[in-house]
């Protein structure tokens, strides 16, 4: 079925719903397509305690859950389904789902976010599930009283690293540099934590186990006169090196940054194309903060909603 849409909506993280919620009360009867993992990546956390508005913090999944369920208040048109494919070319965009549907845009709103980074080593999908793991909050649970190793250094990683060490045994962080690059308060966490061995100037070269995993390969203080390597034995890996916008769909159509993160101007959420805005994460590789970007969908409604105005006929 084809149908017009005044204002689509991509994704459904605190981008997407935030901007639903201000594009529904102004009258635009937004349709947002959820897309593969509805509520983003707050649906993989715990507790989230700098959120706004609670004073006690709040479980991820169920900030997600108020969030939609605000949308849905003022009647946003909220469907479980995934785009398959973006003609930003000319205006309506045609947007096409998996369900069947083909929606015809007169405004877009991009709120897509990005899913955690690899190392890009062989054995990192020889052991996925089996052993490696991108979120400590999903698959944490199967590792109590056993050891888990954490790869990187930022605030991801060290907020991992915490959650793993109320569950299993012993966590190794393993940070390539000499130092972690998260907040002051994160790290003196981590630092104080006895179950968590920070692995300065190491490397991850690769993983083992006959069938599932049983160890990570890794090399301390690569190509210097110190050059060591070793092995650590662990049951769960868990990757915490950042993440990737999700804007495949967009290359060539949308102007992006080397990282591919769509570009907007700034001032505005508006990107490279008339009436294509973008929201959240896939549009901020600075702050990926919920807050933040609850905030920037917000900007990209009432800046869709300039848009229409100016260009009703
Ligand atoms: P970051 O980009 O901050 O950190 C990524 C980490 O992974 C760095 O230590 C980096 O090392 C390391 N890394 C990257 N690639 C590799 C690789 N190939 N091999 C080994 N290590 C690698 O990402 P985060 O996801 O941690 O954080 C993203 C943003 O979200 C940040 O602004 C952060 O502050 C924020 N955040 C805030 C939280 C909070 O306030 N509660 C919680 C989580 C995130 P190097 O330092 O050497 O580059």
């Known amino acids: 079925m084809e149908s017009t849409v005044k204002c689509l909506i991509i994704g ?3 981008a997407g719903y935030t901007a639903a919620i201000y594009a529904a009360r102004a009258n635009l009867s937004p349709v947002v397509v959820e897309g593969p993992a509805p509520g ?4 993989t956390t715990t507790e989230v305690e700098n959120f706004p508005g609670y004073p006690d913090g709040v479980q991820g999944p169920k900030l997600m859950e ?3 369920a605000q949308a849905q208040r003022f ?6 389904d995934v785009v398959t494919a973006a ?12 369900g069947g549907d083909t929606l015809l845009a007169e405004s877009l709103i991009i709120c897509t976010g990005a899913t955690a980074r690899y190392l890009g ?3 990192e999908q020889k052991y996925l599930g089996m052993g490696v793991s991108a979120c400590a909050t999903c698959d944490g649970f199967f590792y109590r009283n056993r050891s888990v190793a954490v790869v ?3 605030d991801t990683a060290c907020e991992e690293a915490l959650y793993l060490a109320g569950i299993a045994e012993k966590v190794y962080l393993i940070v390539r540099k000499d130092y972690l690059r998260a907040s002051k308060v994160m790290q003196d966490r981590v630092r104080n934590n006895p179950k968590i061995q920070i692995l300065f100037n190491c490397n991850t070269t690769g993983l083992f186990g006959d ?3 049983e160890g990570a390969h890794l090399v301390e203080n690569a190509g210097t006169s110190a050059e060591d390597h070793f092995d650590i034995t662990v049951d769960g890996f868990f990757l915490a090196i950042g993440h990737k916008p999700a804007t495949e769909m967009f290359a060539g159509q949308l102007e992006l940054d080397e990282a591919g993160f769509i570009k907007v101007d700034g001032a505005t959420t508006a990107t490279s194309v008339d009436g294509v805005f973008a929201a959240g994460d896939v549009a901020d590789p600075r702050y990926q903060q919920a807050i933040v970007a609850a905030g920037s969908g917000c900007r990209a409604a009432m800046d869709a909603e300039r848009f229409l105005l100016e260009h009703e006929g």
Do not use: K
């Open 87 to 98: 003609d930003l070319s000319s205006r309506p965009f045609r947007v096409t789902l998996g």
């Open 152 to 154: 990187g250094g930022g």
């Open 66 to 68: 108020d969030l939609r």
């Open 75 to 80: 009647n946003a048109d909220l469907r479980m």
């Open 121 to 123: 080593l062989d054995d």
């Open 211 to 213: 069938d599932v995993l």
């Open 40 to 43: 983003g990546q707050l649906t």
């Open 12 to 14: 459904s993280g605190p």
